[in-house]
T-cell receptor, first 118, second 113 residues
Framework: GAGVSQSPSNKVTEKGKDVELRCDPI?????LYWYRQRLGQGLEFLIY????????KSGLPSDRFSAERTGESVSTLTIQRTQQEDSAVYLC????????????????FGPGTRLTVL | GNSVTQMEGPVTLSEEAFLTINCTYT??????LFWYVQYPGEGLQLLLK?????DKGSNKGFEATYRKETTSFHLEKGSVQVSDSAVYFC????????????FGTGTSLTVIP
């Protein structure tokens, strides 16, 4: 596609329910990132996928959070037993990933999913 | 490890004023440096980048120079406009550590007419 897309754009859920957020990266991008942005705050890294390597899960805040990626395409972020503190905008980004020459590739962000836990 | 520290906001300027938003970094290797901008109600988008020391990134009148000696990547604009009101994020990516990105906490800029 032309850019990174995310769905849904907005999600309102009740405390204790599970939610699944979806990210479609730019075609051909091997790297995919999930971030969380709480109101008025910066980006909080959650998880990073690079090709077929094991994902970097070091940013996941608890075992209620998990993410999967199918090959080099769609990724889903799942939050189980949601809590009110999970309310935030969840951002996905993709990039060409590791390449030759030592220069990093630009990340391209999706519009985000705004999650509200009541 | 890798980290980014940027100037805390919020910053409020009058139109046509000079802007500087400071950003310094710590990195284990030779990172690429980025400025991202988030306009109200929109997603993050790349503003400019520099991939090696002494490179200058520029876009929309904004500039930033990669200074290895001071580990800095300060964002500047000579004359801000109301439309520049946004949150600005400094970021680094170190290709030697798998291309993970490290973002600063963001600096909110409001430009008043």
């Amino acid at each position: 596609g032309a850019g990174v897309s995310q769905s849904p754009s907005n999600k309102v859920t009740e405390k204790g329910k599970d939610v699944e957020l979806r990210c479609d990266p730019i075609s051909g991008h091997t790297a995919l990132y999930w971030y969380r942005q709480r109101l008025g705050q910066g980006l909080e890294f959650l998880i990073y996928f690079q090709g077929n390597s094991a994902p970097d899960k070091s940013g996941l805040p608890s075992d209620r959070f998990s993410a999967e990626r199918t090959g080099e395409s769609v990724s889903t972020l799942t939050i189980q037993r949601t809590q009110q503190e999970d309310s935030a905008v969840y951002l996905c980004a993709s990039s060409l990933g590791a390449g030759g020459g030592g220069a990093s590739h630009t990340q391209y962000f999706g519009p985000g999913t705004r999650l509200t836990v009541l | 490890g890798n980290s980014v520290t940027q100037m805390e906001g919020p910053v409020t300027l009058s139109e046509e004023a000079f802007l500087t938003i400071n950003c310094t970094y710590t990195a284990t290797g030779y990172p690429s440096l980025f400025w991202y901008v988030q306009y109200p109600g929109e997603g993050l988008q790349l503003l400019l980048k520099a991939t090696k020391a002494d490179d200058k990134g520029s876009n929309k009148g904004f500039e930033a120079t990669y200074r290895k000696e001071t580990t800095s990547f300060h964002l500047e604009k000579g004359s801000v406009q109301v439309s520049d009101s946004a949150v600005y994020f400094c970021a680094l990516s170190d290709p030697n550590t798998g291309n993970q990105f490290y973002f600063g906490t963001g600096t909110s800029l409001t430009v008043i007419p």
